[in-house]
């Protein structure tokens, strides 16, 4: 079957199950055949039972695409091909003859395209758009590969490293990009159900893939109710994101309003302040819990004027290792560790002199036994009181011990769809959403805000994640929203698609897409009406301390309409990133300082109405000097522009381009041929 759409057409040889080609140009993009789908069902012993199209033995032709039969499981798999205004609308489904079993995931469709341009002798690569941690460009599959980032199969327990959406993947669409031209695939779906949304190499190129976790009950038919979209865009990663922006505003989330029109937003989130995060103990994730100079918290008091009086921006104080059971030791963090008397006046002090406090906490996690605090064990509670009850179970029903932070604590992953799951959550954070602090990152470490894999017979949700998940999420945010009135709650990355409207403010992870290739600004572009974040405590940051990368980091989150992030150490100092260990380095602060002043002037002089709630459009042609950064642990090395730069569109209908210039000297830059100089440490707006 060869089916023509506006600007390509497919072929896919239904008869053997695959697709052929993919004619964009008068060039196939196809390298190599792709089994149109995948599934793996679970009898009730929990076994694994997987099959392909190529596997049927029998398939009959529909008027718009196939059957397949004849598995070695009894089922029935319909697979369609529509055109939809121009595009490729995929869907399938899959029935079951018997409740013998359950569908768990379907990979469909797949397509395999060239090795990336990085890793293609022959010229015909291009890169991989990826909404993962806020949006990466990939353009070499072997820099992928070497790090903890790679391509990995998600299984129960989960990984929060895991492309998940919605967690690390913050939409549901991936785009290849030529030169030229690009392919966009997205997910459609209204409901936001779970997807594992990735990318890997295969024998003669780069296999794209959807799976769909269907959370469906034994004997249950799976279908997509929504089509999953094939279409051509031109070769810039930015439209593909309008593609997707202009589904996703035809079909908002529960809870999105834009920024202009959210009553329930706090009077600080317009100002964009300065979020200044530090530990009371220690000085990194796994270090020695003890007191360091910051504590008692007022300490930390004359370090923080200095930084507010030299920057002239309001602060968020963002503080770690605060909990008083132990850090990073979920879900109980209340009372806070030591003097509760001298935190309560360190939070009116900040009050006082019009800044905020904000809190880490650590999600969905239980702990039994931390391993940065000996004497903090929940073992025996546990036990007595059967909390097994609560947790995530495998598809035997066994709980396992959790993958999260393994370094800092031992424990399990909360169900928050099982009653008693849900109780402790209550218990634990209830009491912190009634105070008066300002922020919580109530969900670090469950990253984008959505809950774990869990298999369980016994919560009363389907024995398989899918779509429930997203919905009980939901459900639980609104509630905790509630409760917590104006305090603002967010999440490790920044929050995915379903939550937008309930994590408004969070810690964004686009450093860790340096590990990838580079990062681009896709949640911004588009959500950034309806959600702000911060720029997050860059934990993890691959680049050498050697190299004072940190104002360019700053320049990025500012030109991406988020706020900027210093971490502190206990003495004052400027760190890299959050878990830095080695402390023989340490970013310019003067400059960083001075940087960070000058953008916050340049934030109230003229670009707050496009930063605060704008909506972000492809920019003018923008060249300029490149700079390179050497990786930690890494043959690679990454290059930059020297230059960040965002175009935006104000409510008003005004445009205007934003450039910010974090190095130490002047640079001239070329904007649709016409040569423009930004000054050292500063930015400019220019009208479009």
């Not at 809870?255 to 300065?274: C, F, H, M, Q, R």
Request: charged share 25%; net charge negative; aromatic share 12%.
């Amino acid at each position: 079957m060869i089916a023509l759409f506006k600007d390509f057409s497919l072929s896919v040889d239904f008869e053997h199950g695959v697709i052929s080609s993919l004619i964009i140009g008068e060039k196939n993009r196809v390298v190599s055949p792709s089994a149109l789908f995948r599934i793996r069902l679970r009898n009730k012993e929990g076994e694994a039972i997987l099959l392909s199209s190529t596997d049927a033995s029998s398939w009959e032709k529909t008027e718009d695409g196939a059957i397949y039969s004849g598995f070695s499981a009894d089922v029935k798999v319909r697979v369609s091909l529509k055109n939809e205004d121009g595009e490729a609308a995929w869907r399938i489904s899959v029935t079951s003859a018997n409740d013998g079993h359950f569908v768990e995931w379907v990979d469909f469709p797949s397509i395999t395209l060239p090795c990336l341009e990085e890793n293609n002798a022959e010229g015909t690569g291009g890169k991989i758009l990826f909404p993962y941690n806020e949006g990466a460009l990939v353009s070499n599959m072997d820099i992928r590969e070497e790090t903890g980032l790679r391509y990995t199969e998600p299984e129960y327990p989960s990984m929060g490293s895991y492309a998940m959406f919605p967690n690390m993947v913050c939409s549901q669409m991936l785009a290849y990009i030529w030169n030229d031209v690009g392919l966009y695939i997205g997910a459609h779906d209204e409901k936001r159900g779970v997807k594992d949304i990735n990318f890997f190499k295969s024998e003669n190129g780069v296999t794209l893939r959807f799976r769909l976790f269907c959370g469906t009950n034994f004997g249950e038919k799976f279908e997509t109710d929504y089509p999953i979209i094939f279409s051509v865009t031109d070769g810039r990663w930015e439209s593909a994101a309008e593609r997707y922006r202009k589904w996703f505003e035809s079909a908002l989330p529960a809870g999105a309003v834009k920024i202009t029109e959210n009553k329930n937003l706090p009077e600080w989130y317009a100002d964009s302040p300065l979020v200044v995060s530090y530990p009371i103990r220690g000085t990194h994730d796994k270090d020695e819990m003890k007191p360091n100079k910051l504590y008692p918290y007022t300490n930390a008091l004359p370090v923080l004027d200095g930084i507010k009086r030299a920057v002239d921006s309001r602060l968020l104080v963002l503080l770690m290792h605060w909990e008083g059971t132990a850090p990073w030791a979920p879900p109980y963090v209340l009372p806070p560790f030591g003097d509760v008397e001298n935190f309560d006046l360190f939070k009116q002090t900040l009050h006082k002199n019009n800044d905020m406090l904000g809190v880490y906490c650590s999600g969905f996690g239980y702990t039994a036994q931390s391993n940065l605090v000996d004497s903090y064990n929940k073992e025996k509670e546990y036990e007595e009181n059967n909390l097994e009850r609560g947790m995530c179970a495998d598809t035997d029903g066994k709980v396992k011990i959790s993958k999260i932070c393994t370094g800092q604590r031992s424990g399990y992953d909360i169900c928050p769809a099982s009653e008693v799951g849900r109780e402790i959550l209550k218990e634990a954070y209830t009491p912190l959403l009634e105070t008066d602090i300002d922020y919580a990152q109530i969900l670090d470490q469950n990253h984008g805000g959505g809950q774990y894999f869990c298999y369980s017979k016994e919560h009363g949700h389907p024995p398989a994640p899918g779509a429930w998940m997203t919905e009980n999420m939901q459900e639980l945010l609104s509630e905790w929203n509630l409760v917590a009135d104006k305090t603002l709650l967010g999440c490790e990355s920044a929050a995915a698609e379903p939550y937008i409207g309930n994590l408004l403010y969070s810690d964004n992870r686009f450093e860790l897409n340096y590990r990838l290739g580079i990062p681009v600004p896709l949640y911004s572009y588009i959500y950034h009406e309806y959600v702000r974040n911060f720029m997050g405590n860059q934990v993890s940051c691959p680049f050498v301390i050697e190299a004072d990368t940190l104002r360019h980091r700053l320049a990025y989150s500012f030109c991406a309409g988020d706020s900027m992030t210093l971490v502190l150490t206990e003495n004052g100092e400027l760190a890299s990133y959050w878990g830095q260990k080695d402390f023989s380095c340490f970013p310019n602060k003067e400059k960083a300082l001075v940087f960070i002043k000058n953008l916050t002037r340049a934030y109230k002089d003229g670009a707050k109405k496009y930063l605060y709630a704008g909506r972000m459009i492809a920019s003018p042609e923008v060249k300029c000097e490149k700079i390179s950064f050497a990786k930690r642990l890494s043959e690679y090395s990454v290059e930059i522009s020297a230059l960040a730069w965002t175009a935006w569109e104000a409510e008003d209908r005004s445009r205007a381009l934003i450039i910010a210039n974090p190095e130490d000297r002047d640079i001239c830059c070329e904007v649709d041929g016409k040569e423009i100089t930004v000054s050292a440490l500063s930015a400019k707006i220019i009208e479009l």
